[in-house]
């Protein structure tokens, strides 16, 4: 535990050096990575079991549920005899629209059982308190956040406010606002991606994360659908290996402003014991530390040129507004069409946006990946496609010249909900290895695993437009993340 103490009272002293060191390209993040009690706290296991597997599975710590002080310091002193902190505790407070804070009478007590440990409090606020953009700093609660951070930096912890959706200070650059207003060295912002998300801040993330830089003390993060709003939690809520939303991109935003505070996993309301969820959770953290926050995202297209693209762009694709457009709303397209990239790719998160339209005829385009084009005839592709169109080929994976069939079929009731039909829908292509997961708008629609070890799980990508119809089709917004094992083919 000493040990420990030291090495927390270190970090202190050399956070501006850490912070440099940090943000070199290429480095892995050393972040502790923690696991919240939602993800663990489940039937099967009693408390010292569960305690032990979070140990087992090469967590750094936990965090906790507001308890008396005397039982949440047994929290601790359990886990620490595991070797696991406790990182964080969670706190309720409300406040009311005078502005006026309450909270548990025994915050000050719990907040000295926990002394020494630099355990986070994290303060979520309730209540219908003013609106956060016109507060002054004059407030009762800004000023009873700061005699409670005093508190806090008394006995060594200090308080991260916590924003939930709903709640007072739902929104994270509200929880920035206040933290800053407060203006205690103790007390700053956590960084909660499902409720970041639920905001619907989801563009936002990478612009908030730099202003809450110098505030931030912790973030939480968790496998999640991009796109979602409100609190649909079965989305936004995931195992970390997961979900469409890029959560690398989270990683890669705290590594550039140069954050090395501990970072936590939410399981709230997942499905599962505690070892289904934690332990592939830790395998994908300990991939995106260690290699997918080092590269940057691809950007295929540059929205002027065909530049790293071959096809037909004499008489079938063109660009037009910083889209590529492929076929026509004035005439046939007589054959099958396919722009596609000039090198290939093997493991990959790819996102684009498209928008299909016609008149007349097989209305139908798609996304090629891991394909190769074929010499006879060589207009035509072989490999999968992430299909587009009705009636029921949306978000399917489709064999295109190999087996010429669709492979997986989407849920088309399900995605019915959220497709936009002649509008722009964002697709998301996931292929790691021998599996393939498609999103289409937030919606996973797919996850097959292809069967045929030798089948080759590299290509080229292809946008299509298909023959025999009078339609176009749109595609734009494109950007590559590449995956760990990505060595092009020998």
């Not at 999640?224 to 890029?246: C, E, K, M, T, Y």
């Not at 991109?249 to 936590?264: A, S």
Request: aromatic share 8%; with cysteine; charged share 20%.
């Amino acid at each position: 535990m000493k040990r420990r103490l030291f090495a927390i009272a270190c970090f202190v002293l050399v956070a501006p050096f850490a912070a440099v060191l940090a943000a070199e390209a290429g480095a892995p993040m050393t972040n502790p990575f923690y696991a919240m009690d939602t993800a663990f706290q489940r039937p099967g296991l009693d408390a010292a079991q569960q305690l032990d597997l979070v140990k087992d599975l090469g967590y750094a710590g936990i965090a906790w549920h507001e308890q008396a002080p005397a039982q949440a310091r047994a929290a601790a002193l359990d886990a620490e005899a595991r070797g696991l902190a406790m990182f964080a505790i969670y706190c309720a407070a409300q406040v009311t629209p005078a502005g006026e804070l309450t909270c548990s009478p025994e915050l000050p007590a719990l907040m000295e059982s926990l002394k020494g440990r630099r355990t986070i409090i994290w303060l979520h606020l309730g209540g219908t308190g003013p609106a956060i953009a016109t507060l002054t700093g004059g407030e009762p609660v800004v000023k009873e956040l700061r005699a409670l951070a005093e508190t806090a930096s008394a006995n060594g912890l200090r308080i991260a406010l916590y924003p939930h959706f709903g709640e007072w200070t739902a929104r994270f650059a509200d929880a920035i606002r206040l933290a800053k207003l407060v203006g205690h060295p103790a007390l700053g912002v956590t960084f909660n991606l499902c409720h970041c998300l639920a905001t619907g801040d989801e563009q936002r993330i990478p612009a908030l994360l730099e202003e809450a830089a110098p505030v931030l003390v912790t973030a939480t993060i968790n496998g999640a659908d991009s796109g979602v709003r409100g609190a649909d939690w079965n989305r936004l809520i995931q195992p970390l290996n997961q979900g469409s939303f890029d959560v690398g991109l989270v990683l890669r935003e705290l590594k550039k402003i140069g954050f090395t505070g501990p970072i936590g996993f939410q399981g709230y309301g997942l499905s599962g014991d505690a070892r289904s969820i934690l332990e592939p959770t830790m395998a994908r953290w300990r991939e995106l530390a260690s290699t997918g926050t080092s590269a940057s995202p691809i950007s295929l297209f540059d929205g002027k040129t065909f530049s790293g693209w071959e096809g037909d762009t004499d008489r079938t694709w063109r660009i037009e507004n910083g889209e590529i457009v492929g076929g026509s709303l004035e005439a046939n397209v007589p054959r099958n069409e396919f722009l596609c990239t000039t090198r290939p790719f093997t493991n990959f998160n790819l996102r684009l946006k498209f928008k299909l339209a016609g008149k007349s005829g097989f209305i139908n385009a798609g996304v090629q990946f891991r394909s190769q084009r074929v010499k006879d005839p060589p207009n035509e592709m072989a490999g999968y496609q992430a299909d587009i169109g009705d009636p029921d080929y949306w978000g399917s994976i489709y064999d295109e010249g190999i087996r010429n069939k669709t492979l997986v079929k989407a849920d088309m009731a399900a995605l019915n909900r959220v497709l936009k039909r002649s509008d722009w829908n964002e697709y998301v292509i996931r292929a790691e290895g021998r599996r393939v997961r498609l999103w289409i708008n937030g919606l996973q629609t797919v996850d097959y695993t292809e069967p045929e070890e030798r089948r080759p799980q590299w290509g080229v990508i292809g946008l299509q437009i298909h023959g025999g119809a009078v339609a176009e089709a749109r595609y734009k917004d494109f950007t590559l993340e590449e995956l760990p094992g990505t060595a092009e083919p020998r």
